[in-house]
């Protein structure tokens, strides 16, 4: 894949996901402009999120993680 000192990027396995997931939903400006406004507030569910991870694969798609390499916690993700 590719990377930097700091980071580098990896495919995302399933047990990637709750911590994806909650990366993901903790940007709301982003989550509003990327899937909507219910109520004012930016909604995507997990149940959304593995939805749209399986679809990629189907579709032939590698979803990528992008991961720092000190502690290897995710510095942020990268979808579809």
């Known amino acids: 894949m590719f990377g930097s000192k700091r980071l580098y990027a990896s ?8 911590e994806l997931y909650e990366i993901y939903i903790s940007n ?7 899937e909507g406004i219910s ?4 909604v995507y569910t997990k149940e959304q999120m593995l939805r749209d991870f399986q679809v ?6 590698k ?13 942020c993700s990268l979808f579809f």
Do not use: F
């Open 11 to 18: 495919l995302i396995k399933e047990d990637d996901l709750e």
């Open 28 to 34: 709301k400006d982003y989550l509003q402009l990327t």
């Open 39 to 42: 109520d004012g507030i930016g």
């Open 56 to 61: 990629a694969e189907w579709m032939g798609r």
């Open 63 to 75: 979803t990528l993680g992008i991961y720092m390499r000190d502690n290897m916690k995710h510095g």
